[in-house]
């Protein structure tokens, strides 16, 4: 079975600082893998998606991702990050013939001025 | 294009009543899914609508719970009774398709259910 680890609960970083969210999925063959944020009473938005082919994709927002095939990571990075990137983050996994996503347990971000 | 909208935002019942929610999914989407977020974690998919029909109903407690989706376009879920683990953000879903590799879905903002 598939199953989506994000290690960090909640991640405080300092506005203009670099960021990086980490994520490790357990998978059989090559995962379809997603990041997607929640801003407080609202959906989730994709950011970002892997499919196949470049491993390091771009997504909305400045936001990057880099699939390590052989570390089983997908880790959601920026360079700079701005108060309203304040939200949570998770990543998801899902099988190429899969109906569905599952998804981590989510990383909260704070933002400090 | 409009959003995947959902009704109400918030709702508030006691333990063994009754709730409804409801879904319009975004316009052409044939897919339909109704996501459980409790607090702290992730989404957990109830049940995936494809059209009117049911895909997966695998993670829904049937006991108590309760969707369908009318003429493949909007869908409700209830609960009945609620118990105080429900309390809980509703989630629905819409994407094109069924296959997780092409459709990355559209959420909406969801329900929160509070159990008193």
């Known amino acids: 079975a598939q199953s989506v680890t994000q290690p960090d609960i909640h991640i405080t970083v300092s506005e203009g600082a670099s960021l990086e969210l980490r994520c490790n999925y357990s998978?059989?063959?090559?995962?379809?893998l997603f990041w997607y944020v929640q801003s407080p009473g609202q959906g989730l938005q994709l950011l970002l998606k892997?499919?196949?082919?470049?491993?390091l994709v771009q997504g909305i927002k400045g936001f990057e991702a880099e699939f390590k095939r052989s570390q089983s990571s997908f880790n959601l990075r920026k360079p700079s990050v701005h108060w309203s990137d304040a939200a949570e983050y998770f990543c998801a996994v899902g099988a190429a013939t899969a109906r569905q996503l599952t998804f981590g347990s989510g990383t909260q971000l704070t933002v400090l001025p | 294009e409009a959003g995947v909208a959902q009704s109400p935002r918030y709702k508030i019942i006691e333990k063994r009543q009754s709730v409804a929610f409801w879904c319009n999914p975004i316009s052409g989407h044939a897919t339909l899914y109704w996501y459980q977020q409790i607090l702290g974690q992730g989404p957990k998919l109830l049940i995936q609508f494809q059209n009117n029909g049911v895909v997966d109903d695998s993670q829904l407690p049937k006991d108590r719970f309760s969707a369908e989706r009318l003429k493949g376009v909007d869908s409700t879920l209830k609960i009945q009774p609620a118990k105080l683990e429900d309390s809980a953000v509703y989630l629905c879903?819409?994407?094109?398709?069924?296959?997780?590799?092409?459709?990355?879905?559209?959420f909406g903002d969801g329900t929160r259910l509070s159990i008193l």
């Open positions: 892997y499919f196949s082919g470049d491993t």
């Open positions: 998978y059989g063959a090559t995962p379809y």
């Open positions: 879903a819409s994407s094109l398709g069924t296959g997780v590799g092409n459709q990355p879905q559209h």
